[in-house]
């Protein structure tokens, strides 16, 4: 199959936009797995602790509401509510800490060997882009390819992009002969939105963290940022538990493992 797009005035500027916008996409994507490389441990060593206080800070509510009601408190119920406070900080800690493991190793890979895939990718768009072939989304094998294509390309897989390509041409092929003409209606408002979303991603972050990261002074600076918030938290987390060995629980004081 043929795709034929109808080309007004700013057909190709529109293109040009598209690529450019998921360009700059995956250049945040780039700087944010860095930015987690080199900072991330220390992170979520901090959000772990500040966690730690806020279930802390809730034991010390539940504690208290027994305690004006003229009750003993119970322990079971307590941790129950409390699990179920924390259920979203856990899952958010959960996912920090497999980002953190995601990154760690960041391969380097040639320029040239980024470049092909640039290029490879681009092919590809000006075939399945939803934004330039409605038919993508009516075909539910274009937009798992065009899926694979994205990821390969964000990932910087050489090998995947080029079966992709491969794959992308026979499933037009098998979609029949002859040509399907394509229109892009009110690409004025598409271009502008584009340029808008573009500055956005460029005046944002993760894309402005490249300036930390570019900066060995910078790099330092954030991170005795970092080591100075999490004993803030480590000596705010002290006085809770002096705070809450007011309370006895059948016979023993609270004991905080976390």
Known sequence: MEIVYV??????????????????????????????????????????????????KKMLSYCMMYFNRGESVDMTEVQKLIKHDMAEYQSQLNDMIANNEACKDMKTIPESEVLKIRQIYRRIAKKLHPDLNPLTEQ????????LRN??????????????????????LAALGEGKTTVTIPDIDDKIENLYKEIEKIKSTDPYLYRDILSDDSLIKEKKQALENELNEYIEYA?????????????????TWTS
């Open 139 to 146: 075909h539910e094998e274009l937009m798992d390819l065009w």
């Open 150 to 171: 994205l990821t390969a390309y964000q990932c910087n897989d050489l090998k995947e992009i080029e079966e992709v390509e491969f794959l992308v041409d026979q499933a």
């Open 7 to 56: 080309k007004d005035g700013r057909y190709d500027e529109y293109e040009n936009l598209l690529m450019e916008r998921d360009r700059y996409r995956k250049e945040a994507q780039a700087i944010f797995r860095q930015y987690i490389h080199e900072f991330g441990e220390q992170i979520t060593a901090v959000f772990k602790q500040k966690i730690s206080c806020i279930e802390k």
């Open 238 to 254: 002290e006085q809770l538990d002096q705070q809450l060995k007011q309370f006895i629980v059948e016979g023993g004081t609270f």
